[in-house]
């Protein structure tokens, strides 16, 4: 059977449902050989996922992925290999921790005066409930206390841009970002770059701009993505010089469209992010 590597997953430590044990079990039941663990701004779970990827006979990864803007758009930096507990990563994940949970507040706070869920407000629960607190968090409360059927209708209807409980939100800079993961002893990885809101030439200029500032990578081949995405972000890796990494951005069972370890095999011509690695 083919020996799969993925470097970008999520647990309940963030945005995710499993914790690492489940998902490390997942993993070595589809033949998951490298595994990197990248909740949204934090570590807390690498150490349970090392353990038992050790077990498993996985090779493990610590990672978080980076909250960060760039021109006023999110964008996300995923780190590899770092050094957990280092302080200048420290600072950067508690920094986003603190805007995170003004965020969720201020949210509440919105639905609440608002009255659009007579006075309801979700963000107590949230911010007891998760040590690193996302919308989806809060979507997941909506639609416990029956005000959505689904989390993307709750989106939809209460937190998506347009909405009424939008709130928008700056994060550090993309350039910290990929210095703290450097600080780290880690590998910055641009996170699924098709994702953005960005024209071509404006991709092309992050993607010079991150490499500039010190970043290592660039996704290229990530689970749900269409062939022609995959070719186009291979083609950028190609250009810029940024090596191509791989994984499915796996968040919960049910999203079956990106499960642990799918991805597609790397283009011939992007240099393998995983040969920059330190060795296991
Ligand atoms: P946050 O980091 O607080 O902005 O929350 C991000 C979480 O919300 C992630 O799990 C996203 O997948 C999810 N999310 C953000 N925007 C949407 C949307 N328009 N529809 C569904 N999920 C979304
Ligand atoms: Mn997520
Ligand atoms: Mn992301
Ligand atoms: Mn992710």
Request: neutral net charge.
């Amino acid at each position: 059977m083919q020996r799969l590597i993925d470097l970008h997953t999520h647990t309940h430590h963030s945005d995710g449902v499993l914790s690492p044990s489940e998902l490390v079990a997942r993993a070595a039941a589809r033949q998951v050989a490298v595994l990197a663990l990248t909740d949204h701004d934090t570590m807390a779970g690498c150490d349970a996922a090392a353990a038992d990827c050790r077990a498993a006979g996985i090779r493990f990864v610590p990672g978080a992925e980076l909250t960060a803007g760039w021109r006023g758009q999110e964008i996300h930096v995923v780190g590899l290999a770092l050094q957990a507990g280092e302080t200048t990563l420290r600072t950067y994940l508690d920094d986003v921790l603190s805007r995170r949970r003004r965020r969720i507040a201020a949210i509440g706070e919105k639905l609440r005066t608002e009255r659009t869920l007579d006075g309801f407000d979700p963000s107590a629960a949230v911010l007891a409930g998760s040590a690193m607190p996302t919308r989806m968090h809060i979507a997941r409360e909506l639609v416990c206390a029956g005000h959505a059927a689904t989390t993307q209708a709750a989106f939809d209807r209460y937190l998506a841009r347009r909405t009424p409980g939008y709130v928008p939100q700056e994060w550090p800079t993309v350039e910290s970002a990929v210095a703290a993961i450097n600080a780290a002893g880690g590998l910055a990885v641009l996170a699924h770059p098709h994702r953005y809101k960005l024209s071509n030439g404006a991709l092309r200029e992050l993607c010079d701009h991150f490499s500039a500032v010190g970043g290592a990578g660039m996704e290229v081949s990530i689970a749900g993505q269409s062939p022609n995405d995959l070719s186009r972000l291979a083609r950028l890796a190609r250009l810029t010089g940024l090596a191509g990494s791989v994984g499915s951005d796996f968040h919960e069972p049910g999203m079956p469209w990106r499960p642990v370890g799918r991805s597609d095999k790397l283009p011939d011509g992007v240099e393998p992010l995983l040969d920059r690695l330190p060795p296991p």
